[in-house]
């Protein structure tokens, strides 16, 4: 299984970007995906995860300014983040959970500055 992020890079405060994660080497649906992000010195959070049929759950911090989605055949989920501030500064990781294990991408960095 392998996981690869798009569409970090650097961005003011109140703009916006746009991440995508492909999943590859698997035959069939993943029933959970989303993304976790991770700043210097902090541990790794949650940002957003959507289940097969589109249920969704986001962290505390992003609600109301992050969309998380999914292609309805492919193994891809993709990430709209709105209104950036400066603290949603991270590296961020793509997650699948296949039978219970969680695979993870390499992340793409995200820098807003103020």
């Known amino acids: 299984v392998q996981l690869v992020e798009s569409g970090g890079g650097s961005v003011q405060a109140g703009g916006s970007l746009r991440l995508s994660c492909e999943a590859s080497?698997?035959?069939?649906?993943?029933?959970?995906m989303g993304w976790y992000r991770q700043a210097p010195g902090n541990e790794r959070e949650l940002v957003a995860v959507?289940?097969?049929?589109?249920?969704?759950a986001y962290g505390d911090s992003v609600k109301g300014r992050f969309n998380i989605s999914r292609h309805k055949i492919k193994n891809q989920v993709y990430l709209q983040m709105d209104g950036l501030e400066p603290e949603d500064t991270a590296t961020y990781f793509c997650?699948?959970?296949?039978?219970?294990?969680?695979?993870w991408g390499k992340g793409t960095l995200v820098t807003v500055s103020s």
């Open positions: 080497g698997i035959n069939f649906s993943v029933n959970r």
């Open positions: 997650n699948a959970r296949i039978y219970g294990v969680d695979y």
């Open positions: 959507i289940i097969i049929g589109g249920h969704t």
